[in-house]
């Protein structure tokens, strides 16, 4: 089973955000599917621990086939919650760690395998060689199928060559967060064929987008026969590493329209200046 190009990020599904009963998430899973979109993000912490079990608890009776989809998570926040009444937030990438948020999340999906794992974020104390041995131990036995990281630099990931394959890695990347665009890390994620997740694709857009950036998509949208949300995230989709953005939205319309963008060939000269009114400045 391969990634849709759009993926489902379900971080606000839960308690974290719209907090839908059981019944709204099955529909929204549902329609989710319909649109095309295969894929779902979670993450062991999403929802203090919650949403994971939720999301599962729905998937069943959409009866849609487990091999029809491809079922992300992450783990190694250790985060404050009631589940986890702990008082400092920290990582912990420890084998038996790693082994236990793996089958807690198999449990709460309740599937006997995970599409991909993610390492949530760098810990300053990561240990490679057991990660990678854990990580080995995982896919020999099935219980996950693919391997990968988020919020990673080109560093982090190269310190993995020789111990395990990466084949994502979950960035913030977005018009108005182009940090990755900069430093390297899409450069070396091309030349290592690891394939970028965009979270938060829509950035700051629209909550304090600049006044440049709108006017230019507003110019766009005309054009391009579109939204402002779907010529954000077909601006992505041009980057030559293959971008695959995690969208977050909880709403179904915008679920639906997002595979708009697609269809959607940015012309070059259109894509540098959405980048220059994010930038302030010209290309240099």
Not at 54 to 76: L, M, N, Q, W
Not at 206 to 233: A, P
Request: proline letters at 3%; one cysteine or more.
């Amino acid at each position: 089973m391969n990634l849709s190009r759009i993926i489902s990020g379900t971080m606000n599904w839960g308690t974290w955000g719209a907090n839908y009963s059981k019944q709204e998430m099955c529909q929204l899973i549902s329609e989710s599917f319909d649109s095309g979109i295969n894929s779902f993000d979670h993450a062991d912490i999403y929802g203090g621990y919650t949403t994971e079990e939720s999301f599962g608890d729905a998937f069943i009776d959409t009866g849609i086939k487990r091999e029809d989809v491809f079922f992300i998570s992450k783990c190694g926040i250790m985060y404050p919650s009631k589940k986890l009444p702990i008082k400092t937030k920290h990582y912990d990438y420890s084998e038996d760690h790693i082994i236990k948020s793996v089958n807690n999340s198999l449990k709460y999906l309740q599937t006997d395998y995970l599409d991909c794992l993610l390492l949530h974020r760098p810990s300053p104390l990561m240990d490679i060689n057991i990660i990678g041995n854990t990580i080995e131990g995982l896919i020999k036995s099935g219980k996950i199928k693919s391997f990968g990281v988020s919020n990673f630099t080109a560093d982090q990931m190269d310190m993995f060559k020789g111990k395990v394959e990466i084949l994502y890695n979950q960035i913030n990347l977005s018009l108005t967060h182009l940090d990755h665009m900069f430093d390297g890390t899409l450069e070396y994620m091309q030349a290592n064929k690891i394939l970028p997740m965009a979270y938060s694709p829509l950035g700051s857009y629209f909550k304090e987008g600049s006044n440049k950036i709108k006017k230019v998509v507003e110019s766009l949208k005309d054009k391009y026969s579109c939204t402002d949300y779907q010529l954000l995230i077909s601006w992505l989709l041009k980057h030559p590493s293959k971008v695959y953005p995690v969208i977050g939205t909880t709403k179904s319309d915008r679920i639906k329209k997002s595979m708009k963008s697609l269809k959607i060939e940015i012309e070059l000269i259109d894509w540098f200046e959405l980048l220059e009114a994010s930038v302030g400045n010209r290309v240099p």
